[in-house]
């Protein structure tokens, strides 16, 4: 099961980003986990949140463009070693991690969002493993 992540390409100028979020907002959709990449001329936004769809429409009207990607989310006990352990599985069957950020995290678990080049083979070793995978609606709680 993957949850849906909105990729947006920022100028790396002020104000880009409060517009953006501003809109989101407004539609009274709460972001679950963000984070931003950045270059000297760019950024990229990847956003997870409460209503996909809804951001998807609120973004096409203030005309930023962006994507919808899918990404595999884990929910990990928070503890030393718990992302080790994805990170070496994934290693030992040669699957890239494209990348990986926390979505949030609680006082005994968090959620981390995974891209891998090879999502089918990550869910599968992820569940082979007893590393449980969540939907959108166990993050929007």
């Known amino acids: 099961m993957r949850v849906e992540q909105i990729s947006v390409l920022l100028r790396n100028e002020p104000g880009v980003l409060s517009r ?12 679950l986990g ?3 990449n950045e270059t000297a001329a760019f950024g990229e936004l990847r956003i997870v949140v409460s209503d996909t769809q809804k951001a998807h429409e609120i973004l ?8 919808i990607v899918k990404i ?3 929910n990990l006990p928070d503890k030393p070693g718990e992302l080790l352990k994805i990170a ?3 290693s030992e069957n040669e ?5 990986i ?12 969002a995974i891209k891998s080049w ?8 992820l569940n082979e493993n007893g590393i449980k995978i969540v939907a959108l609606k166990e993050i929007n709680h």
Do not use: C, F, R
């Not at 809109?23 to 009274?28: E, F, L, Q, R, T």
């Open 20 to 31: 953006i979020l501003e809109a989101i907002s407004n539609g009274n959709i709460n972001i």
């Open 34 to 36: 963000l984070t931003i």
């Open 60 to 67: 096409n009207k203030i005309d930023v463009s962006h994507n």
């Open 72 to 74: 595999i989310v884990v």
């Open 88 to 90: 070496k599985l994934l």
């Open 95 to 99: 699957i890239n991690i494209d990348y």
């Open 101 to 112: 950020y926390t979505l949030s995290a609680g006082k005994n678990s968090a959620y981390i």
């Open 118 to 125: 090879d999502m089918p083979a990550t869910e599968d070793i």
